[in-house]
Structures are given as C-alpha cells and as structure tokens.
C-alpha cells in the first residue's frame, strides 16, 4: 500500500525544537515535489515549506523562514522538517505533501495530491 507516513509531532516549550519525518512507502519514483503544511484549530491549512526541482530548490513560508528546515534522505525516501525557535504560533497539525502528478492543491509549480495523515504539533508558552 502507497502512502506518506508522518512522524516526530510533539508537545515541547517556546524555544524548543522538534524534527518531522515523512516517509513515503510503497513508492518506486520520487516526487516532483515535497511539502509540509501545517493547519491549526479553525484556521484554513497552510503552506510552510517545500522541496522541489529534483530536491535541489527549497521555499519557505515567511513566518517559518530562519527558524525551519525543509530536508530529504533519498536514501530513506524521506523528507524531513527541523524545526528550531518554535513558537506558540506554531501550534497545528502537521501535513506532508506530494505532487505525484494528477493534480491538487497548488504552491507555485507544485500540485500537491498525496496527502499523509498529520502529525500534532503543540507548543506551550
């Protein structure tokens, strides 16, 4: 069965660190691209960063930009997220994403169709 598999959700303090993993399973091609979203209680899902070009070029959300790291182990087939200086802002669900073709939600060149199932992410002041 092909399917994203998240992991590394947490619960830590403002300041802390956490580091997501995405493993992609089942999967014999990589992605044309990567992505974390993130979506918080009543609040519409966002972008936070993405891995595109054959994994050479990276974006990041504004709010993310210094403190996140997007990452992959081609290797393993994962993708990572690090993720230093968190805030309480910070607090959501966490998404991993993938443009296998076919479709989806856009972020530049990106169509992101594949969908894990989430990873909580709470940080407390």
């Known amino acids: 069965q092909v399917q994203l598999v998240e992991s590394g959700g947490g619960s830590v303090q403002a300041g802390g660190s956490l580091r997501l993993s995405c493993a992609a399973v089942?999967?014999?091609?990589?992605?044309?691209?990567t992505a974390w979203f993130r979506q918080a209680p009543g609040k519409e899902r966002e972008a936070v960063a993405r891995?595109?070009?054959?994994?050479?070029?990276?974006t990041y959300a504004d709010s993310v930009k210094g403190r996140f790291t997007i990452s992959q182990d081609s290797t393993k087939n994962t993708v990572y997220l690090q993720m230093n200086s968190l805030k309480p802002e910070d607090t959501a669900m966490y998404y991993c994403?993938?443009?296998?073709?076919?479709?989806?939600?856009?972020?530049?060149?990106?169509?992101?169709?594949?969908w894990g199932q989430g990873t909580q992410v709470t940080v407390s002041s």
């Open positions: 994403a993938e443009d296998r073709g076919g479709g989806g939600r856009s972020w530049g060149v990106c169509r992101f169709g594949t």
């Open positions: 089942g999967y014999l091609e990589r992605a044309k691209c």
């Open positions: 891995l595109y070009n054959g994994g050479v070029m990276t």
